[in-house]
Each structure stands twice: as structure tokens, then as C-alpha cells.
């Protein structure tokens, strides 16, 4: 198959690929409260995984620096981000009014750090974009990044602000075109709004539809004025195994490789897609989640490969150590090494799961008729819309340090405050049914603002709440 988009230093031997990896030793102690099921320390057992593995040594290990507030402002509301900044548990009951103003306090809960948390999984995303526009590796990852339900002035589904938009405005400075593939279970809601209607984002989500949490991702949501057929929607059933997820994501990822030929690709890795996830309902094998993976791989394009929902923690764990294997090209032994984790992994100890015996609702006629209307749709899409680059915008200064030589007292260099570049331009943000414009051609400047009204449409809160029903009781 042609793999499109710019070819990678590495080359096309299909095997060697440089790696940057972002890790904060501290995103394991950020604790949603009792009883929630998103659970930071999943990204701490990965990275427990990932060293006794011996994939460490492999890759350039990277602290993130925290995103700033003007990072963070570059999508979502300056009153939102604020609000984030400045709440803590102990303040919770003066600002009833702004908790329920900015859906934070259910799925969302404030915990100690909460900003602090923020910053470190958006600076993790952002900085791998900022390492693959400067050509230094051909693959970055951020397992603690991924959290696609996060809109402009609102949090969602256990996500305060949205890492991938910002990453991928960062990847829209260097590359005319962006592709963002999301195979957790949940729609990518967030970042489908984001870019609705743009034509230089193209957004895949393949995700549970029908009753379930964020309700949105109908397949005949296909994108908006300009963005018209740059939004792909793949909605599934429960019990979804191997084969039949592969069935749709290579022959339709494959269409959009060739279509559009992305500079860069956004792979949202949420693992809650797995057998036996504790929200999920989908039957997926690791090595079939992995199997994405590793396609994106095949591409040759500079890849972003983040993590997301997934709520069987060791499950998680399992998953993404054996994608960062995948990244580097590298086989791992299913008998797990010793580790501090280790009783986690119980009574098999074993990298690999094997999927349940549950039932496949995803018929095959079903299948069938999801993939043709897909393909139609991408027949339809204009090959390769292109902006002319005028001029290159700034990169985002994000100074993380190498683990090797993380010093705690010396984690910031002297130029670690830089100025950042003119971003006067407005906002970029957008929202379902009030989008914004990502530039595109004929007059269009290099860089990517859009114009952006106030959201007016919210209509996800009751589908939140069905999700808190589910996971309190
Ligand atoms: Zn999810």
C-alpha cells in the first residue's frame, strides 16, 4: 500500500523507529477519589512494565514540562482554564454556581493537584508534537495524555482539558494536514467538535454507539462546511472481537491514508476498548488493539501515540507496554519479569489475555454495510486539501528534561521561562454547531486560528450523569 505523507529519517525498513517517550514520575499519585474508575496509577504500572521489560534504554525518556495557562488557552476559554487553576476540594462549596457552570464535581471530580495533573498530561502531549515537528524522534508517547472528552469550557467524561486538540494544533504549525484516529471505546467527542469544520484535521473515532457514553459519533456525522467528510464516525456493538474491528479499521484508515495523506497522525490509544474493561463492552485482544498500532506504524508518518480511558487497570498496563514494544519495533516475552506490580498481573503473569467468550453483536452484514457507507463517504473527500505555508509559526518552548539527567532542584533550564511566539490570534476552539474555521488556502495565513463563537449547545450532561450511575453504584 502507498504510505502517503513525508517519510520518516528512519527510513521505510518497516523495523527501527526513534521513540520519545514523556513520563512524570508524579502522575501516579493524582487520585480521583474513592470508588472513581479513572486511575492515574495505571500510567505509573505501565511505566513499571515498560523498565523491567528493558524498552526504557530504547527510547529517549522525557519529563514533560507542564503545559502553562496560555498553552492551555489555546483551546479552551480563559474563564474555564482559570476556574481550573484556582479550585480546590477545600473551596468546592463557595463555587457551587462555576462547578456546575464547567461540569466539574461528578465524573469530574476536583482532587488535590487536579491543575497540576492537568498540566503534566497536556504538557506530555504538546511536547511529543513539539519533538516530531523538529524531526527528533518518529514516534512520541504520552500514556497519561488521551482524554478526548474535555470540550473548550467543560469538562467530561473524567477529562478537564483536552491534550490532544492542543497537540494537534501544535502539529498543525509544521504539517498542512493532521490525522487523528481514536479506538478507545467512547467516542472522541472533543476532538470531532473541535475540528468540525476543517478540512485540515481529518478525526476517525471507531467507538460503542447506542445507549452509551457520550451518546454522540452517529456514523452520519461526516463534518461541517469546509470540514464536510473530514469527520469519520465507525459505530459498533458489544462484544466486538478481532477480526471484525480489523475488518473496519484497516480497509477504512487505509482509504484515509490514501485520501488525505496526513503529515502526522494522532493515535488515541484508550484502552477501555480491551476485553474485560470494567466500562467497556467491547471483546478486543491486546495484540488486536495492538494491531492499530502497529498499521499506523506501517505508514512511515511521524506518530503521536497517546493513551485514554481504560479502566482495568492491569489490563492497561499490559496494553500499553506492549504498544511502546510495538512502537520500537520490539517482541515482547508473554511471561512477565518481576517486578513492583507484579501481583497485579495474577495467577497467570502473563503480558497477553486471552478475550471472553462473550457474544459478538457486530454481525457480519452489519459490518458490511458500516464499511461501504464509510468508503463512499472518503470517495467523496477532495484528495489532499493543501495550505499554502507562508511562514513557519513558532514552536511551543517546552523544556523537559531527559530522565537520565532529571535533577528534581534543577528541573528548569535558564531559558525555561522563553517567551512564547505572537499568538494574538483568537482562540482556536470550536464547537459542534458553532465551528470554527482552521484556515485553509488561498489567503489563508500559516497559522491555524479560527474563529470561535461562545458554545451554546450543551447536551451532554445527561448522558454524563447515566455514566455516574453506572460506576457509583
Ligand atoms: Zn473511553
Redo the contacts with the bound molecule.
Sequence with gaps: MESGGISLPSGSDGVKRKVSYFYDPEVGNYYYGQGHPMKPHRIRMTHALLAHYGLLQHMQVLKPAPAKDRDLCKFHADDYVAFLRGITPEAQQDQLRQLKRFNVGEDCPVFDGLYSFCQTYAGGSVGGAVKLNHGVCDIAINWAGGLHHAKKCEAS?FCYVNDIVLAILELLKAHERVLYVDI???HGDGVEEAFYTTDRVMTVSFHKFGDYFPGTGDIRDIGYGKGKHYSLNVPLDDGIDDESYMSLFKPIVGKVMEVFRPGAVVLQC?A?SLSGDRLGCFNLSIKGHAECVKYMRSFNVPLLLLG??GYTIRNVARCWCYETGVALGMELEDKMPQHEYYEYFGPDYTLHVAPSNMENKNFRDLLDDIRSKLLNNLSKLQHAPSVPFQERPPDTELHERDEDQDDKDERWGPDSDTEFGDYSNPVPGRVKREYVEVERNDSAPAVVPMAVDEPSIKDEHDNSKNLSDQWLR
Design positions: 467524561g478507545d471505546i467512547h484508550g477501555d485514554g480511558g
